[in-house]
T-cell receptor
Framework: AQTVTQSQPEMSVQEAETVTLSCTYDTSENNYYLFWYKQPPSRQMILVIRQEAYKQQNATENRFSVNFQKAAKSFSLKISDSQLGDTAMYFCAFSDRGYNTDKLIFGTGTRLQVFP | DVKVTQSSRYLVKRTGEKVFLECVQDMDHENMFWYRQDPGLGLRLIYFSYDVKMKEKGDIPEGYSVSREKKERFSLILESASTNQTSMYLC????????????????FGNGTRLTVT
């Protein structure tokens, strides 16, 4: 069974600094997708970034980028120039590409606090 | 913008009550999901549906059932609520059959925090 592990329950960073959130996963599949979701205090889950396993290039979205290491099954999220609005729970998620597999498997989350 | 609406933000129910959590999406999405979120456990999938009247068990379906009579509405039912079902419940929807096509991210509602006393 696929699993997703986030080993950092809580992280903190000062505004304008860079922070990296860790995520590892376990799967025997070769083709799959990985995601980072953000859940601010408003509770609305928002997709931050996604990575397709067959793409070697790391995905980036503005200040957010990932370090995808397929062999190590690692998928970390780097937030550059942290802002107060980045304060949230961050969830790493995995999904394979099976036709009838419509579900995401989530990690346990990392609570990020950005300090002024 | 896609809107996924959960009918209640907070809900308090008594043990043994039948509880309905309602979720409506306005973008004609085929797929709808119910997750449960608990501290230290992340999000766990309860049930999902990829079409009207279709339902599939997720990872933790015990104690729950679902109903999808209309495409836009996906209801989670607790037949006899118990204290261990106190949790945050998140509904989500997505267009299309393949989970991760570029045009179909998962859209979440704001969650219902259910307390069973």
């Amino acid at each position: 069974a696929q699993t997703v592990t986030q080993s950092q329950p809580e992280m903190s960073v000062q505004e304008a600094e860079t922070v990296t959130l860790s995520c590892t996963y376990d799967t025997s599949e070769n083709n799959y997708y990985l995601f980072w979701y953000k859940q601010p205090p408003s509770r609305q889950m928002i997709l931050v970034i996604r990575q397709e396993a067959y793409k070697q290039q790391n995905a980036t979205e503005n200040r957010f980028s990932v370090n995808f290491q397929k062999a190590a099954k690692s998928f970390s999220l780097k937030i550059s120039d942290s802002q107060l609005g980045d304060t949230a729970m961050y969830f790493c998620a995995f999904s394979d590409r099976g036709y009838n597999t419509d579900k995401l498997i989530f990690g346990t989350g990392t609570r990020l606090q950005v300090f002024p | 913008d896609v809107k996924v609406t959960q009918s209640s933000r907070y809900l308090v129910k008594r043990t043994g009550e039948k509880v309905f959590l309602e979720c409506v999406q306005d973008m004609d999405h085929e797929n709808m999901f119910w997750y449960r979120q608990d501290p230290g456990l992340g999000l766990r999938l309860i049930y999902f549906s990829y079409d009207v009247k279709m339902k599939e068990k997720g990872d933790i379906p015990e104690g729950y059932s679902v109903s999808r009579e209309k495409k836009e509405r996906f209801s989670l039912i607790l037949e006899s609520a118990s204290t261990n079902q106190t949790s945050m419940y998140l509904c989500a929807s997505r267009y299309g059959r393949v989970v991760s096509s570029d045009n179909s991210p998962l859209h979440f509602g704001n969650g219902t925090r259910l307390t069973v006393t």
